[in-house]
């Protein structure tokens, strides 16, 4: 999606370090019953436009599906390796998207990541839940009808 293009871009362009050839946007999809796992490598015209991008909606200009490309992926079980979570804090902010800022600093640390649907990672929902339970609804703007 140009979204992923843009940030993948933005990302490389920033860390001159990273190798666009080996560094790929992976998506994850949810299906009843199963997930799909797919590679996507960005193309020197993806790159570009990317870099270049500041259409943040679902259709910007000059987004052309040839801006990137499907890499292979190979999933072994034969590979040990591990995952690397954020020292202080969640690692998905898809709950909390006004906590989440380009600009943020964290540091990293060898760790399990906790699940996506994980309390730390959308404390309004539980806020919520516990004021449902709590009983704290405000009654003043309710009518009864049956007065």
């Known amino acids: 999606c ?3 293009i843009t940030i993948h871009a933005q990302i490389l362009e920033k860390n001159k370090k990273w ?5 790929i946007i992976l998506t994850c999809s949810f299906t009843p019953g199963s997930c799909s796992l797919t590679a ?6 993806g790159y570009e436009w990317g870099r270049a991008n500041k259409d943040t909606g679902n259709s910007p200009h000059g987004y052309l599906p040839t801006h990137y490309e499907k890499v292979p992926m190979l999933l072994s079980d034969r590979f040990s390796g ?6 202080n804090g969640p690692w998905n902010y898809n709950f909390m998207g006004v906590k ?4 943020m600093t964290y540091g990293l640390k060898l760790g ?11 404390p309004t929902h539980f806020l919520e839940f516990s ?15 049956f007065s």
Do not use: I, W
């Open 2 to 4: 140009s979204q992923d």
């Open 19 to 23: 190798d666009g050839e080996k560094s």
């Open 40 to 45: 996507y490598k960005l193309t020197a015209t």
């Open 82 to 87: 591990f995952y690397m979570v954020p020292d």
């Open 100 to 103: 989440h800022t380009v600009s």
């Open 112 to 122: 399990t990541p906790c699940e996506y649907y994980h309390q730390d990672h959308r």
């Open 131 to 145: 004021n449902m339970e709590e009983g704290n609804v405000a009654e003043g703007d309710c009518e009864d009808a």
